[in-house]
Every structure is written in C-alpha cells, then in structure tokens.
C-alpha cells in the first residue's frame, strides 16, 4: 500500500491489465478507491495510444463513440473521461501499446529531465506541434511529451508512470536526483507483500509533478507473473462490488474528489 493510493487512504482495491505479461508489455494499474464517486480530470494525462483494428472494430459493434482525429486514428474515452487513441491497423505481434503521452508545461525542460538524467533515448521531437517522442528500448511503449500551452493541472485523478530497472540501479538514481537537487517523494525503499516479492522501490518527480517509480526488476518479475485465474477475479470483483447500493442505503453520495 506504501505511496500507491496517495492521497487517498482509504479502502481501495487495484488491478493491472495489458495485452500480455509485464516483462515485455506496458500494462496499466487501475486503482478503485472505494467511496469515490467521482474525479476531476487535469490535463496531465493526455492519452494512450496503440494500433489495434480489433479494438476499433469492437468499439462500432458496441456502439461505443469513436472520433476520427486523423486518418485511420480514433479517438475513445473511457468511462471518467481519460482518452484513448486506436490506430486501425493489424495489431503488432509484440506490445500494441504505442505511447503514453503526459503534458508539460515547458518542452525543453521536460527533455532535459527525462533524456539527461533519466536516460531516455530521444526518438522524435517536434518543435512546430511542441512534442517529444522517447523511449528506453524500440521495441517497448514509447512516452510522448506535449506541451500543454501552461501550468499542467494533475486534478485529482492523477496517478504514476513505472518503471522496473535492475535494483543496483536504485541507489544511483537516487544518489543522481540529490546530485541534481530534483524531488524525491518516496526515497529507496523495500516495500513488502505479503507472501509474495519484496521490491525496492524509488518514487520521483520530473519538473510538472509527474510522479516516476523505479522498481527493482528482480523482485518485480517475480511479483508481477501473469494470474491465470485474472479475468474472472476482475469480473467477480466488479460483480462483488454493491457501493451504489450502500450508499443509497444510507441515503448518502459518494465522495467526489
């Protein structure tokens, strides 16, 4: 739980959902923090993007509204308004997942911070359209950058971006960002899970506020092996879930952050 549900400390519940195992996918955590009814979205989060034509076409036979923001690029929000970005194309054999793209409030600044000190190669930048395409290998999801034209509003929504690395790493890049003086919101820390890994963890933040979690890679491995029983656990949780029903019990709303 150590740094996962902030700032909410209540009840919550997570799962992580991709198109194949963490090792070589980027998945995505999806935290339900119970008694939130509702969130208000910034403009830090910008969207996901990834080539799938079968999404696409699951989204029309659902009758889920599609944009076309360019050719053969649909736009989908998902319920709570984050957007998503389906590509119409053959979905690739390796990650599907093209990018994630964060705002920033100044371009440059961002580069800097995340190919500088963090490492990553620079694949595409724009200086026209303000964005920056970058990424730690070319064959895993890549992180866009783009200029928001102001301050980045995280909301109340906000969550992180992850990474695992090997954990003789850790200490380094914690020992970089005092170098730096760059913030540090959790330093190097073992977090335990009950009857599974102990994972050491470091959790930053780049120049927007944009937290960064390190992860030994080691012990992540082992913590994040694919549940065969996954799917069913999910639909049985969103099936166990009754809140709307409680709190209507109690005659009251749920909370809105």
């Not at 793209?101 to 190669?121: C, E, F, I």
């Not at 937290?211 to 656990?233: M, Q, Y």
Request: hydrophobic share 35%; glycine share 10%.
């Amino acid at each position: 739980k150590y740094g996962c549900s902030s700032p909410y400390d209540g009840k919550w519940s997570k799962t992580m959902v991709g198109y194949g195992p963490e090792d070589n996918h980027f998945v995505a955590e999806l935290t339900y923090n119970y008694g939130i009814g509702e969130y208000r979205l910034g403009n830090d989060f910008l969207g996901l993007t990834l080539v799938s034509s079968q999404a696409v076409s699951n989204a029309k036979k659902m009758g889920w509204p599609l944009r076309e923001v360019t050719n053969g690029i649909f736009e989908a929000e998902a319920p709570g308004g984050y957007k998503f970005y389906l590509e119409d194309k053959e979905q690739l054999k390796q990650d599907p997942v093209l990018k994630v793209t964060l705002g920033v409030s100044d371009l440059q600044k961002s580069v800097n911070y995340w190919s500088d000190l963090l490492g990553m190669k620079m694949y595409e930048k724009d200086e026209e359209e303000q964005r920056a395409l970058l990424g730690y290998a070319d064959n895993q999801c890549k992180l866009e950058l783009k200029t928001v034209g102001g301050a980045v509003d995280h909301g109340t929504a906000f969550g992180r971006i992850a990474f695992s690395c090997a954990k003789d790493e850790l200490p380094i890049i914690e020992a970089l960002m005092k170098k730096e003086n760059q913030k540090i919101l959790t330093p190097l820390v073992s977090l335990d899970t009950p009857g599974k890994a102990t994972v050491q963890v470091i959790i930053l933040a780049d120049p927007d506020g944009h937290e960064i979690c390190f992860v030994g890679d080691e012990a992540f491995r082992d913590l994040s092996k694919v549940d065969p029983n996954g799917g069913k656990l999910l639909d049985d949780a969103m099936a166990a879930d009754n809140s709307d029903k409680w709190f209507a019990a109690q005659k009251m709303k749920k909370a809105a952050a």
